[in-house]
């Protein structure tokens, strides 16, 4: 009698295609027809009713993961499935991938059940299916729910809990930062941003204005929160709309960009500097009131950016509007005599200024 050798194993293989297919909320019947379009059944000798059977089993190995994908951990310590480190990797980055319409549609929405029932309008407007919204706005509640509280680095943390590479991180970052801090993002004006816009500005808002900021005194203090001390800090600034100081102010500014401005826009700075030079202030000093500071997109685009536009500047005019209003802020005498309220001006105006070219209309 032979000797025999049996070798069982019960390692997944993983069809990533049928996978992005079922992400996108595609039924077992649909992913079998879109499959069918691309594959000649004949070539492999297969008739379509084995390509659903094979699409059902594969479904049935996603519902199976998809309990530990939401504790993505989990997938690397289970023993139920063998998977290597970078298919575990693959499962979790495109299970946690989202469209960004999608999100920018959720951006400004309490992220509950009440806004869940919402999905079914923000996938009409998106053309992404409703089972799709549904695990992109469960996704993003579940981060949200799973960090908020955390003390550390935001994006550390979401990293940490959910697997994620550091890209897709700071985009789950900017939406637990800006539901946290419940930013207005909905308004009919501010529909022109696109999700890159508002991840952007809020990733500076981390980098600079909350506990994980270079200047901030404690770093160990939630992340999804604006540091507290800095923002009491800022009241300082509101000096720049006494009197004295606007017209100093606004004299070192048109010095220093005599050169480089024409003089229409000179003209326009010129009869324009008190208004705008109030605007950064008073959004300064606003971002200690949470009813202020949830306005501040708003408030950028209609007290800034929309007489800009009306006035026709282009985004490089902004610029060198914004860097100069910064710069010669800091040459005037009380600036000079107090370092610490140098220092918040940098802190503040090193985050204001990159989100309103960020915001500012291509």
Same mark, same amino acid.
């Given at each position: 009698?032979?000797?025999?050798?049996?070798?069982?194993?019960?390692?997944?293989?993983?069809?990533?295609?049928?996978?992005?297919?079922?992400?996108?909320?595609?039924?077992?019947?649909?992913?079998?027809?879109?499959e069918?379009?691309?594959?000649?059944?004949?070539?492999?000798?297969?008739?379509v009713?084995?390509?659903?059977?094979?699409?059902?089993d594969?479904?049935r190995?996603?519902?199976?993961?998809e309990?530990?994908?939401?504790t993505?951990?989990?997938?690397?310590?289970?023993?139920?499935?063998?998977?290597?480190?970078?298919?575990?990797?693959?499962?979790?980055?495109?299970?946690?991938? /989202?469209? *960004?319409?999608?999100?920018?549609? @959720?951006?400004?929405?309490?992220?509950? !059940?009440?806004?869940?029932? %919402?999905l079914? =309008?923000?996938?009409?407007?998106?053309?992404?299916s409703?089972?799709?919204?549904?695990?992109?706005?469960?996704?993003?509640?579940r981060?949200?729910?799973?960090?908020?509280?955390?003390?550390?680095?935001?994006?550390?943390?979401?990293?940490?809990?959910?697997?994620?590479?550091?890209s897709?991180?700071?985009?789950?970052?900017?939406?637990?930062?800006?539901?946290?801090?419940?930013?207005?993002?909905?308004?009919?004006?501010?529909?022109?941003?696109?999700?890159?816009? /508002?991840? *952007?500005?809020?990733?500076?808002? @981390?980098?600079?204005?909350?506990?994980? !900021?270079?200047?901030?005194? %404690?770093?160990? =203090?939630?992340?999804?929160?604006?540091?507290?001390?800095?923002?009491?800090?800022?009241?300082?600034?509101?000096?720049?709309?006494?009197?004295?100081?606007?017209?100093?102010?606004?004299?070192?500014?048109?010095r220093?960009?005599?050169?480089?401005?024409?003089?229409?826009?000179?003209?326009?700075?010129?009869?324009?500097?008190?208004s705008?030079?109030?605007t950064?202030?008073?959004?300064?000093?606003?971002?200690?009131?949470?009813?202020?500071?949830?306005?501040?997109?708003?408030?950028?685009?209609?007290?800034?950016?929309?007489?800009?536009?009306?006035?026709?500047?282009?985004?490089?005019?902004?610029?060198?509007?914004?860097?100069s209003f910064?710069?010669?802020?800091?040459?005037?005498?009380?600036?000079?005599?107090?370092?610490?309220?140098?220092?918040v001006?940098?802190?503040?105006?090193?985050?204001?200024?990159?989100?309103?070219?960020q915001?500012?209309?291509?």
């Open positions: 009698m032979n000797d025999v050798e049996v070798f069982v194993g019960n390692y997944c293989a993983i069809n990533f295609d049928i996978y992005d297919l079922w992400l996108k909320g595609h039924s077992a019947s649909e992913a079998t027809m879109l069918q379009k691309k594959i000649n059944l004949k070539m492999f000798g297969i008739t009713e084995d390509l659903h059977s094979d699409i059902v594969h479904y190995l996603f519902l199976g993961l309990e530990m994908l939401k993505p951990p989990r997938l690397s310590h289970q023993t139920v499935y063998q998977l290597d480190a970078d298919t575990i990797s693959l499962l979790i980055q495109k299970y946690y991938s /989202f469209d *960004a319409p999608v999100i920018r549609e @959720i951006f400004g929405r309490k992220l509950n !059940s009440r806004s869940r029932k %919402d079914d =309008d923000i996938s009409e407007e998106t053309g992404v409703v089972r799709s919204c549904r695990r992109q706005f469960d996704n993003a509640k981060v949200f729910k799973t960090v908020e509280e955390l003390r550390g680095r935001l994006v550390d943390n979401i990293q940490l809990h959910f697997c994620l590479k550091e897709l991180a700071k985009d789950y970052a900017a939406i637990v930062f800006i539901s946290n801090n419940r930013f207005e993002t909905g308004k009919k004006k501010l529909n022109y941003m696109t999700f890159a816009d /508002f991840a *952007a500005c809020a990733n500076h808002m @981390i980098s600079n204005w909350s506990y994980s !900021s270079e200047d901030c005194q %404690d770093h160990e =203090d939630m992340d999804v929160d604006m540091d507290r001390d800095f923002l009491l800090d800022l009241r300082e600034v509101k000096v720049l709309t006494e009197r004295d100081y606007v017209e100093e102010h606004k004299g070192l500014m048109l220093a960009l005599q050169q480089s401005m024409n003089e229409k826009i000179l003209i326009e700075m010129d009869s324009n500097f008190r705008v030079s109030k950064i202030v008073t959004i300064a000093y606003g971002l200690n009131h949470s009813k202020e500071s949830r306005d501040i997109f708003i408030d950028i685009y209609e007290k800034l950016i929309e007489p800009w536009v009306q006035m026709l500047w282009c985004k490089s005019d902004v610029q060198l509007f914004l860097s910064k710069d010669t802020a800091q040459q005037l005498d009380v600036f000079r005599s107090s370092p610490k309220l140098v220092k001006w940098e802190r503040y105006m090193q985050t204001f200024c990159p989100c309103v070219l915001m500012y209309p291509r």
